[in-house]
């Protein structure tokens, strides 16, 4: 037989490569403390859970969905967006529910990008945005996310040549993996820039309800004439612990959306329809969970930062999302750094490089982690610093 092209492009995701290297250590009866992939650890909200068993247990939910869902969830998704951000949505034609976030940034490339033509990705940013980009016969223009500027792209700096050549802009804040944040300004100029060079915005928001401090991130759609060149991705994965629940959303424009509605017709069934009646629960219910999980990432936040300053890592602490992004202690690379904690105390950190080139120089650590575990992984970075700082004084 004799596999498609593309697959010669297509490397396996990066969480799998990285739950093999930490099968292979604990086969050999070796402990890993993995600060990897950012899955909440806590469980989902009762509320949410009894809903779905009692939907479960109607013969009518057995049944194939519909791909656009029901009208109730997609109004329960309007008034959420209404309530936590003051944006009114027309749920017929403006709110489309996904199978998890992840599946509608993956088929929105399908609705957009034909061989030849250019997204603008972020780099270091989430794999699927250039993936999806390659998977429909489309080239990925990396924008460098740099420190200097913020974590956010410069969009003046992109070649005129590849510009005429784009059709979609992905924009992701608060940002996965570097924590980096966006205001109103920046998502106003972004929209200026997709105006003038006929772009369409994808903006990926997973992240607006994990914030600390007090702040409370924007949506893009909050930006004037943001509906009209783009649309937003958002996800109950992280607001409410419901990860492998596989629940989204993408709201906005609405010819987008119609366009995503009708790819997703021809390779989907839709959401299963005892899950779209947790989802209604999830965002009509009662909401203070999503504080109480903030509380405790908030406080392993702080213990992380602390620890990595202890070991020479650079840190600025976040104000939102999942993740520490970290500069690595001076000598080391990405890779050589994350390489040498597992090796050494069997702690693994995510290389900047495994989300783009410009990664590099940093690792990424979720804060899903239980406190017990947490706990013991930042002593086994202690440790490591010890025999690294005593390793230095013999030579």
Known sequence: MKLSQRMDQLAP???????????????????????????????????????????AREPANHRYPETEGMPALRQAMAAWYQRRFGITLDHTSEVLPLIGSKEGIGHMAFCFIDAGDVSLVPDPAYPVYAVSTKLAGGEPYYLP??????????????????????????????????????????????IDFARKNNLAICHDAPYTEVAYDGYKPISFLQADGARDVGVEFHSLSKSYNMT?????????????????????SNLDSGVPQAIQYAAIEALSGPQDAIASHNNIYQRRRDLVVDVLTDIGCRVQTPKAGLYIWAKVPQGYTSLEFSTDLLEQV??????????????????????????????????????????????????
């Not at 009866?29 to 899955?39: C, K, L, Q, Y």
């Not at 500027?149 to 993996?177: C, G, M, T, V």
């Not at 629940?245 to 366009?259: E, F, L, S, T, Y």
Request: with cysteine.
């Open 145 to 190: 996310l740099k420190e200097e500027h913020a974590f956010l792209p410069d969009l003046d700096s992109i070649p005129q040549e590849i510009l005429k050549r784009s059709k979609l802009l992905w924009l992701n804040y608060p940002n996965n993996p570097t924590g980096a944040i966006a205001d109103l300004d920046f998502f106003k100029r972004a």
């Open 13 to 55: 995701y990066l969480f799998v490569e990285i739950n093999k290297k930490i099968a292979e250590k604990r086969a050999r009866g070796e402990e890993v403390i993995s600060f990897g992939i950012g899955d909440p650890d806590t469980a989902t909200p009762t509320n949410i859970i009894d809903k779905l068993c009692e939907a």
């Open 244 to 264: 492998g629940w596989r629940i989204g959303m993408a709201v906005g424009n609405a010819n987008m959306i119609d366009a995503l509605k009708r790819i997703k």
């Open 346 to 395: 069997g702690v693994l950190v995510i290389p900047g490089t495994g989300y783009g080139p410009s990664g590099e120089g940093f690792v990424r650590l979720s804060l899903t982690l239980p406190d017990a575990a947490l706990v013991k992984a930042l002593s086994k970075l202690s440790a490591w610093q010890d025999s690294h700082n005593r390793f230095k004084s013999k030579h």
